[in-house]
């Protein structure tokens, strides 16, 4: 099928908090004093970081495996840990104050990678693993599963690849698309390319809607993906090279204008296809390090396995202020850091 361009237009308004963007944890790295001194690029700069929770428990559960973020109703932060564990945090300290366990249908744990709070306080949930996107209650009890479109489910079900598929979870402004970004290329697409996949709001239900297609840099996946008040995206670029360490970009994209590639059975580079347009806005490793250390060799002592964000509000200068958190995957060479950026788009 001849792919089709998506005329829709993206509704503005976005839900933020009032708090997390203000306020900072006790054990953080320094204050944002001058703001020259803590540019990470001409368009982004970072007021701290914390390790607060680095290799801490709560109730038996460990703290970390973090791969998403958002900020609830009341303004605290949540924290998604991709072992099916969903923790809400102290705003100022970071300290866990609740933790709920996630399952599937039959009980088995997920491999829980993004997170929407929606506007009625349920929780929307994706998982890399077959892949899923479902919803919850407050207390972890499943309320539905949307259906997610035959080729982006693991092979031999579809053309995705086992722990490559949805790792960012978005809800764009006005609250009637939801959209997921697969990590990698599916099996038939060019290597690089990756399907964002969205569903539409209908009578309090969601169905699947247009795709579009955004290309990576070279060797980087796509771990994270959230809405800025104008229907724009902020996309983190990820990769771990050994030895080396990692690379985390953070890019602004634009699927507006984008063509829907639903129907589009291989993406090999089509002249026809317009692809999602980005913007890089920073390297993280060219953040400052604010006096970070790090447990395995980095380009920049800042930087681990950054893998969850979510947009928290704007300053007074209109900027947004957006939080990071990196992914330990439980490992004594990796650390579990919270990120407080400042972002003009």
């Known amino acids: 099928m001849r792919p089709r361009t998506l005329l829709a237009t993206l509704t503005a308004g976005l839900a933020a908090a009032t708090c997390l963007a203000a306020a900072g944890p006790v054990a953080a790295g320094p204050a944002a004093d001058t703001p020259a001194r803590h540019a990470c690029s001409a368009t982004v700069s970072i007021d701290r970081f914390s390790d607060a929770l680095d290799k801490t428990t709560y109730e038996g559960t460990f703290v970390g495996n973090f791969s998403a973020l958002a900020v609830d109703r009341d303004g605290s932060p949540a924290a998604l840990a ?12 970071l300290q866990p104050r ?9 009980g088995a ?9 929606d506007r009625d306080g349920t929780r929307l949930i994706s998982s890399e693993t077959e892949p899923s996107v479902r919803r919850y209650s407050r207390d972890g009890t499943i309320l539905e599963r949307l259906p997610v479109p035959p080729a982006l489910q693991v092979a031999p079900a579809g053309r995705a690849t086992a722990n490559q598929t949805f790792e960012g979870l978005t809800l764009l402004p006005g609250g009637h698309t939801l959209l997921a970004s697969m990590e990698y290329a599916l099996a038939g697409d060019s290597a690089g390319i990756v399907r964002f996949q969205t569903w539409t709001r ?12 955004y290309r990576t840099d070279t060797g980087l996946g796509v771990p994270e993906v959230q809405a800025t008040p ?20 953070l890019y602004l994209a634009d699927p507006r204008h984008a ?19 980005k913007t890089l806005l920073a390297d993280i490793a060219a953040c400052p390090s604010l006096g ?14 950054i893998e969850g964000m979510t947009v928290t509000g704007r300053d007074r200068a209109g900027r947004l202020t957006v939080f990071l958190v990196s992914d330990d995957n439980q490992n004594a060479a990796q650390t579990t850091r919270f ?3 400042r972002v003009r788009v």
């Open 230 to 249: 104008d229907g724009r995206l902020l996309v983190l670029e990820r990769g771990f090279t050994a030895g080396v360490g990692n690379t985390v970009r």
């Open 259 to 277: 063509t829907d590639t639903s129907g589009t059975e291989n993406l090999t580079g089509q002249p026809e296809v317009r692809l999602v347009e």
């Open 109 to 117: 744990d997920l491999d829980s990678e993004g997170l929407v709070i």
């Open 292 to 305: 970070a250390t790090a447990k395995q060799p980095q380009p920049n002592p800042l930087l681990d396995n």
């Open 202 to 213: 209908h009578h309090g239900r969601f169905t699947p809607g247009a795709q579009y297609a």
């Open 339 to 341: 990120y407080y950026l």
């Open 82 to 93: 991709d072992r099916s564990s969903l923790f809400r945090l102290d705003p100022r300290t």
């Open 98 to 106: 609740a933790v709920v366990r996630l399952a599937d249908e039959k």
